[in-house]
């Protein structure tokens, strides 16, 4: 929804049931002009969710039931769709499941073979701890941009201190994008990396705010 707002033209795979929240799910995309697979509404199962509670200080607890989400398939994608892309962007949710991590690894490797470029988000921080083997299965060789905050960066290194997660993270990511709270971002190349600094702001509620992050450069990539 980011990218298509920004002025690009997307295409979302997806698994959702057939109940209340998946019907609003699939409306709320076909509204913002997100395109979709048109079997993404199964019978059975139920739809994904998340609850988050905010802070006062806007800190966030994020608890996310993937659902029938984790039961995307392979003949869930739109093959014509990926290779006509500029970018292939993708969730390190995937990771949850045999099946999905298999739809994401046949989506890289159509997409490198496409020359469409890659990227992915390692999603949060509980992935990285319990989905690693899956996670790296769908990075294979490694990807053209890696997306991940701070926390997930120090939980893949397995480290505390920024500099070693970086170091580690540029063998598996051309480019890393990685957002540090009200501290900015770090945005790492093959031979410089540079700290962009945040916008001071009175912060009420920051969900989200690393989709956007992400849709912002994925756009100006493709502009």
């Given at each position: 929804?980011?990218?298509?707002?920004?002025?690009?033209?997307?295409?979302?795979?997806?698994?959702v049931?057939?109940?209340?929240?998946?019907?609003?799910?699939?409306?709320?995309?076909?509204?913002?002009g997100?395109?979709?697979?048109?079997?993404?509404?199964?019978?059975?199962?139920?739809?994904?969710?998340?609850?988050?509670?905010?802070t006062?200080?806007?800190?966030?607890?994020?608890?996310?039931?993937?659902?029938?989400?984790?039961?995307?398939?392979?003949?869930?994608?739109d093959?014509?769709?990926?290779?006509?892309?500029?970018?292939?962007?993708?969730?390190?949710?995937?990771?949850?499941?045999?099946?999905?991590?298999?739809?994401?690894?046949?989506?890289?490797?159509?997409?490198?073979?496409?020359?469409?470029?890659?990227?992915?988000?390692?999603?949060?921080?509980?992935?990285?701890?319990?989905?690693?083997?899956?996670?790296?299965?769908?990075?294979?060789?490694?990807?053209?941009?890696?997306?991940?905050?701070?926390?997930?960066?120090?939980?893949?290194?397995?480290?505390?201190?920024?500099?070693?997660?970086?170091?580690?993270?540029?063998?598996?990511?051309?480019h890393?994008?990685?957002?540090?709270?009200?501290?900015?971002?770090?945005?790492?190349?093959?031979?410089?990396?540079?700290?962009?600094?945040?916008?001071?702001?009175?912060?009420?509620?920051?969900?989200?705010?690393?989709?956007?992050?992400?849709?912002?450069?994925?756009?100006?990539?493709?502009?």
């Amino acid at each position: 929804i980011a990218v298509q707002a920004f002025g690009a033209s997307t295409f979302y795979s997806c698994k959702v049931a057939d109940d209340e929240i998946g019907a609003f799910f699939l409306q709320d995309l076909a509204g913002a002009g997100v395109a979709t697979n048109p079997n993404a509404m199964a019978k059975s199962a139920k739809s994904g969710r998340c609850l988050v509670l905010i802070t006062p200080d806007a800190e966030r607890s994020m608890n996310t039931y993937l659902g029938i989400s984790s039961n995307l398939s392979i003949s869930d994608i739109d093959e014509a769709a990926l290779v006509a892309s500029r970018y292939f962007y993708l969730e390190g949710y995937l990771s949850s499941s045999e099946q999905s991590t298999a739809a994401a690894i046949a989506c890289r490797e159509l997409a490198e073979s496409a020359q469409v470029k890659t990227a992915i988000s390692l999603s949060d921080p509980s992935m990285v701890e319990f989905f690693r083997a899956p996670l790296e299965k769908i990075l294979g060789n490694g990807v053209d941009h890696l997306f991940c905050n701070e926390e997930e960066a120090l939980t893949w290194a397995r480290t505390d201190r920024l500099d070693v997660a970086v170091s580690e993270l540029r063998d598996i990511g051309k480019h890393l994008n990685i957002t540090l709270g009200s501290k900015g971002s770090l945005v790492v190349a093959a031979h410089e990396q540079q700290l962009v600094p945040g916008y001071r702001v009175d912060a009420l509620d920051t969900t989200g705010a690393g989709d956007m992050y992400a849709g912002g450069c994925l756009y100006g990539w493709c502009t």
